[in-house]
């Protein structure tokens, strides 16, 4: 089993900076692809980025593309999203995701393990 945890969410203003971490134990999660997703209130989960297992491969939904940055740190366990330039259409709750896969993956329905979430809101 992993278990994964998400920090670093909070109220900002547009314009400003955010750093996700993303925490990951139970097991080692070094060869396991990893992604963030986001939910907005009354919207479906939505992808955001996805990193394949060495960080060497990496996608980003179109709508953070130049302002996210999607990275891992094997030997921490830990995964993060470095967003810049935040909108006020970037309020969600940031899910963390990992698959027993090595390959990265946008599809939610391929992540094996889900962290709970943390809020992020940003203010126009």
């Known amino acids: 089993q992993v278990q994964l945890v998400e920090s670093g969410g909070g109220l900002v203003q547009a314009g400003d900076s955010l750093r996700l971490s993303c925490a990951a134990s139970?097991?080692?999660?070094?060869?396991?692809?990893m992604g963030w997703f986001r939910q907005a209130p009354g919207k479906e989960r939505e992808f955001v980025a996805t990193?394949?297992?060495?960080?060497?491969?990496?996608g980003l939904a179109d709508s953070v593309k130049g302002r996210f940055t999607i990275s891992r740190d094997n030997a921490k366990n830990m995964m993060y999203l470095q967003m810049n330039s935040l909108k006020p259409e970037d309020t969600a709750v940031y899910y963390c995701?990992?698959?027993?896969?090595?390959?990265?993956?946008?599809?939610?329905?391929?992540?094996?393990?889900w962290g709970q979430g943390t809020q992020v809101t940003v203010s126009s």
């Open positions: 995701a990992t698959r027993a896969n090595a390959i990265d993956s946008f599809q939610a329905s391929e992540y094996d393990y």
């Open positions: 139970g097991r080692s999660v070094k060869y396991y692809a």
């Open positions: 990193i394949n297992w060495s960080g060497g491969t990496t």
